[in-house]
């Protein structure tokens, strides 16, 4: 079985009828600056400033919360747009969060979390999403000058 075929499998365990299952608030804090938010940030009932809330099932995959973010925010509409996904739950052993990264998606471009669904990730009612956003100059910058993206080894013009 390939990996796509899992996928396909998975997702139809997950399969919400869209039509009669009411959709639930999931809260969702976006981070500009690529990094996720600090867990701190979490705590005694805080939460950071920049909330959208977006009604949704559990069988929504991340690049449908993506295609929702990119809706309110054009600046994140540009190819090689990077989307990191972290979920923020309730530690109950002690009165504090817990945060899981759980994947990426990228504007543009096929991966493999994008059909990835929040069941699969096992959201549960109360949980936040945490997303930070890393426009294309950010992360291909660490890639030094002699990268040369999909074209092989061969030099880059200057």
Not at 35 to 48: L, M, R, S, V
Not at 98 to 118: A, C, F, V
Not at 126 to 140: E, F, R, S, T
């Amino acid at each position: 079985m390939s990996a796509t075929d899992k996928l396909s499998e998975d997702r139809k365990d997950d399969a919400v009828d869209r039509q009669k299952v009411c959709p639930f608030l999931l809260r969702v804090f976006v981070s500009s600056s690529g990094q996720h938010h600090k867990i701190a940030e979490y705590h005694k009932g805080n939460t950071p400033s920049n909330e959208l809330q977006i009604y949704t099932w559990k069988d929504a995959t991340l690049h449908e919360l993506t295609q929702l973010v990119k809706e309110v925010n054009p600046e994140t509409r540009r190819k090689g747009t990077k989307f990191s996904f972290a979920l923020v739950y309730p530690d109950f052993k002690s009165p504090m969060y817990r945060m899981r990264e759980i994947g990426s998606t990228t504007t543009g471009i096929k991966g493999p979390d994008d059909l990835m669904t929040l069941g699969h990730y096992r959201l549960t009612l109360g949980d936040y999403m945490d997303i930070a956003i890393a426009p294309p100059d950010n992360w291909n910058a660490g890639r030094g000058k002699n990268f040369s993206g999909n074209f092989g080894n061969r030099p880059r013009p200057y």
